[in-house]
T-cell receptor
Framework: QQPVQSPQAVILREGEDAVINCSSS?????VHWYRQKHGEAPVFLMI?????EQKGHDKISASFNEKKQQSSLYLTASQLSYSGTYFC???????????FGTGTSLTVIP | DGGITQSPKYLFRKEGQNVTLSCEQN?????MYWYRQDPGQGLRLIYY???????QKGDIAEGYSVSREKKESFPLTVTSAQKNPTAFYLC????????????FGSGTRLTVV
């Protein structure tokens, strides 16, 4: 039931773009996105609810495709501060479970 | 400023000891959670509580216990029955349900010596 993220790791140069995907085997009600820097707590980025919405947060945005049971996080014109591990979290349509994904390590280099 | 406070930041446990990790929030959130994170791994749910005096087991509850006597507090006890307790423990809270993002504490790193 844990969502699967891809890629597992990505290295970017400053200014490049990246896409992180999160796929679930269950129909989803909501998807969360978090960023965690090494040794620190995860920080909430955004939440997307059922309805196929898209959201943006500075140069980071996300989409939610209910039919495909997946969400994608888009990072544009990456900055050094974007480095960290990104986790999605998913809540299915039925039940009270919530699962974090496997994580994607993103490193931005000068 | 509102937030979640976890203490201690680092904790060392001897074999056979019980230890308690503190988690306090002043966000007035109803729901609180405990997660365990192992190196290079995702977050796994230990216990969660949606209201005072009520809590449910997560996926890896064995060897752990919790209490929720006050809305602000959700301490986690790692008992001697937990055979591999060395990990990073994260406490989180949310306003309720999965329509709201989680706010995390800064974590407690527990090491068995």
């Amino acid at each position: 039931q844990q969502p699967v993220q891809s890629p597992q790791a990505v290295i970017l140069r400053e200014g490049e773009d990246a896409v992180i995907n999160c796929s679930s085997s269950k129909a989803l009600y909501s998807v969360h996105w978090y960023r965690q820097k090494h040794g620190e707590a995860p920080v909430f980025l955004m939440i997307l609810l059922k309805g196929g919405e898209q959201k943006g947060h500075d140069k980071i945005s996300a989409s939610f495709n209910e039919k495909k049971q997946q969400s994608s996080l888009y990072l544009t014109a990456s900055q050094l501060s974007y480095s960290g591990t990104y986790f999605c979290g998913t809540a299915p349509n039925t039940g009270n479970q919530f699962y974090f994904g496997t994580g994607t390590s993103l490193t931005v280099i000068p | 400023d509102g937030g979640i406070t976890q203490s201690p930041k680092y904790l060392f446990r001897k074999e056979g000891q019980n230890v308690t990790l503190s988690c306090e929030q002043n966000l007035n959130h109803d729901a609180m959670y405990w997660y365990r994170q192992d190196p290079g791994q995702g977050l796994r749910l230990i216990y969660y509580s949606q209201i005072v005096n009520d809590f449910q087991k997560g996926d890896i509850a064995e060897g752990y216990s919790v209490s929720r006597e006050k809305k602000e507090s959700f301490p986690l006890t790692v008992t001697s029955a937990q055979k591999n307790p060395t990990a990073f423990y994260l406490c989180a809270s949310s306003a309720g349900g999965h329509n709201y993002g989680y706010t995390f504490g800064s974590g407690t790193r527990l090491t068995v010596v």
